[in-house]
């Protein structure tokens, strides 16, 4: 096999972006203006998936209290209580985690926050709108 044009011994590629940090971790973050791959947080996912099935085993009956659940789940009531509050969510915001089209501001630390009940607010709130395609 013979090459036709000698290979370049360095090439140069710049790319723009920063660092932030988000959730604990770095990340690398684009342009604005520059499209981002769609990459679901699997820590929020998590929280979610645990959030709704708490709230099943609550209304099933098989747990009487969240803190009967907690003790079981080996967690504190508190954190229990913070995350089974991720049902009141609205359904486009946990569309928009579970596809991965949430935003930067979305993460687990927010939505363990308070937030607004009313689902219109809610997207306000995250700023939803402005990021979601």
């Given at each position: ?8 011994e ?8 920063r ?24 820590t929020?996912?998590k929280a ?10 609550l ?11 907690a ?15 991720l ?47």
């Open positions: 096999m013979t090459r036709s044009a000698p290979i370049p360095t090439i140069t590629l710049h790319i723009p972006f660092l932030v940090k988000r959730g604990g971790r770095k990340e690398m973050r684009l342009p604005e203006g520059a499209t981002q791959p769609r990459r679901t947080d699997s929020l996912v979610l998936a645990r959030a709704f099935r708490w709230k099943r085993m209304e099933s009956g098989e747990f009487a209290t969240i803190a009967e659940m003790e079981r789940e080996g967690i504190a009531p508190s954190y229990m209580t913070r995350v089974l509050r049902t009141l969510l609205s359904p486009d915001l946990v569309g928009a985690i579970l596809e991965g089209t949430q935003g930067p501001e979305v993460t687990l630390v927010s939505v363990l926050e308070r937030f607004p009940t009313e689902w219109k607010d809610q997207l306000m709130h995250f700023k939803l709108g402005v990021h979601r395609t």
